[in-house]
């Protein structure tokens, strides 16, 4: 079997489990299916009606005729990631009686990974689970490290666990069918591990993101996945459930999640492009706290404008509506009542945990963003 790159994920809790990125793979899931899920007598595919007529055929073709496998639509969609969808996978596995060692096999986008994985982590105490993502975003964050979860109207992952697959397998010839703006969203993740903790990456984006963002170089997607991957792997092996060091890998996400509950989990706004909003106002308050310097700030917001990535808030919240935004963050799952662990930089490639009141910091750069753009 020949594959471009392997890496281990050793979270504390468990045992390893490995990362296969490749072009034209998904053939092999078969002979990583009977390896490392050897005891599942039943498989269930999770994914959309979109991802599975284009995947699914060409994964199962290769399965056992005796091992049966059935599947279930989840609706794409931010605003689908909710415990509704979680109790249709529950029920289809309690109607076809899987035991533990059966196996839920997530085949799509970073919300399909999320719902699959935590109706895996719950159901009997815990399903055997696989990772198949399909959207850059989802094989540079999502589908690693083990968080699971869904939404309530409250905010996002509000209701999840830790939860780690059997094996990561990413084919990036499921790239090559996303819309531009879906590859900007996974770039931003990408972006995010070398800002926080890969200074060498941050330069070689700096040449290679375009070649990224516009599919043409397909080493360069794996080069750019993997050193995500191998980046967050580090981090889960020395925190992983988030009760310290884990917590940089959030550069970004406190404004990035609250703009998109803000939105209703709209079109208007994807994860990505919120994370790319979220990371360049927290850059802004590193340098104004006098961690970062106006030349690393520089050096920053010209990737931004080199890559043409959305950069301004005031689009999506009005001067209006400040105070209720700033309410929305205070109910992100890492507040502490009023302060926040928030992550900010030291310069390019050293992030850092910054405890801080929500308004404290927040509310006077929102003022500032929202009237000056």
């Not at 060692?101 to 982590?121: E, K, N, P």
């Not at 941050?202 to 990224?212: E, M, P, Y």
């Not at 750019?224 to 988030?242: G, H, L, N, P």
Request: proline share 3%.
């Amino acid at each position: 079997m020949s594959l471009a790159k392997q890496l281990q994920v050793k979270p504390s809790s468990g045992a390893s489990y490995p990362i296969f990125i490749g072009t034209d793979i998904l053939k092999n899931f078969s002979k990583l299916f009977y390896k490392y899920n050897s005891k599942s007598k039943k498989i269930l595919f999770v994914s959309n009606s979109v991802i599975s007529a284009k995947y699914l055929k060409s994964i199962t073709s290769s399965l056992k005729k005796k091992i049966p496998y059935y599947f279930i639509s989840i609706p794409a969609g931010e605003k689908n990631k909710n415990l509704y969808q979680v109790n249709k996978i529950l029920d289809l596995l309690t109607k076809e009686n899987f035991n533990r060692q059966d196996t839920v096999v997530a085949l799509g986008g970073g919300v399909i990974g999320d719902i699959s994985g935590f109706a895996a982590s719950i159901f009997k105490r815990g399903i055997s689970f696989v990772q198949i993502p399909t959207t850059l975003l989802s094989q540079v964050d999502s589908s690693v490290g083990g968080k699971t979860g869904v939404n309530n109207k409250y905010g996002k992952n509000l209701i999840g666990t830790f939860y780690q697959p059997k094996f990561v397998l990413i084919d990036t010839l499921t790239l090559k069918s996303l819309p531009k703006r879906e590859m900007v969203s996974g770039f931003a993740e990408i972006l995010k591990y070398s800002l926080i903790m890969n200074k060498p990456f941050f330069a070689w984006l700096n040449s290679h993101g375009k070649n990224i963002i516009n599919r043409s170089s397909s080493k360069d997607i794996i080069n750019a996945i993997f050193i995500s991957c191998k980046s967050k792997a580090i981090i889960v092996a020395k925190d992983e459930k988030e009760q310290g060091i884990r917590a940089i890998l959030n550069f970004g996400h406190t404004l990035g999640h609250a703009l998109e509950s803000h939105l209703k989990y709209s079109k208007k706004l994807n994860h990505g492009e919120a994370i790319i909003i979220g990371m360049r106002i927290a850059c802004k308050i590193s340098h104004q706290l006098g961690f970062l310097t106006s030349r690393e700030l520089d050096m920053i917001k010209n990737i931004y404008e080199k890559l043409n990535l959305t950069a301004s808030i005031k689009p999506y919240v009005k001067s209006n509506q400040i105070s209720q935004f700033i309410e929305i963050m205070k109910k992100d799952k890492k507040n502490n009542n009023n302060y926040i662990n928030l992550i900010l930089l030291k310069q390019i490639g050293k992030a850092f945990i910054y405890k801080t009141q929500v308004e404290k910091t927040y509310l006077p750069i929102l003022k500032e963003e929202i009237r000056n753009g």
